[in-house]
């Protein structure tokens, strides 16, 4: 019985990874390739839920709920609502990117994905099972705020540039309308 059981928990946890990621990469692609910048942060919800439940098949409850509550709830709603009372103009159909642009692009986010997995994988990983066993949740806190910190540290920066980019992204640059002309001039004739 018991060895029916550790089977069974060992071909459940991969065929939910796998599930999870199949659902994960295809919701990535609809955040980079929608038009629509609210419903690409809508879509965004759904792979930070995915990448809480591969934590919570990982053992790591608490990692999997600060996902949910802090990027999937919070910043990621914060970022919508925040185009969504900024810009009127973001259900008009542009373009993402000039044709120009792209290959550049793809060459840049190449090299960057190629630092950081390089990053990742010469980095050795220190693991101290008797503390992760004993308090997960101390566990966390001790290795980011000791081992871990210059990555928790880019972390912090890489949502502050996220924050900056949707506030620059939901600035408006569009030409005053024909009432506010005129209201303009009205206004610039009655100071005179």
Do not use: C, H
Request: proline share 5%; net charge neutral; aromatic share 10%.
């Amino acid at each position: 019985m018991e060895n029916i059981i550790s089977f069974s928990q060992a071909t459940v946890e991969p065929i939910m990874f796998y599930a999870l990621v199949l659902l994960m990469v295809p919701l990535a692609f609809g955040v980079i390739f929608d038009r629509s910048i609210i419903r690409a942060g809508f879509i965004l919800i759904g792979v930070f839920g995915t990448i809480s439940g591969i934590f919570l098949l990982l053992q790591a409850q608490f990692l999997a709920m600060a996902q949910i509550m802090i990027y999937a709830v919070g910043i990621t709603l914060v970022v919508v609502i925040a185009l969504m009372l900024t810009n009127p103009t973001l259900d008009e159909d542009r373009a993402p990117t000039q044709a120009a642009n792209r290959l550049p692009g793809f060459l840049i986010a190449l090299l960057v994905f190629a630092t950081i997995f390089l990053a990742i994988r010469s980095e050795l990983w220190p693991m101290a099972p008797e503390l992760i066993q004993s308090d997960p949740t101390k566990a966390i806190g001790y290795f980011l705020l000791t081992f871990y910190s210059l990555p928790f540290e880019f972390s912090s920066i890489l949502l502050l540039a996220a924050l900056i980019g949707s506030v620059m992204l939901a600035k408006s640059d569009r030409a005053p309308m024909k009432t506010e002309k005129g209201n303009a001039k009205a206004l610039a004739k009655s100071t005179r």
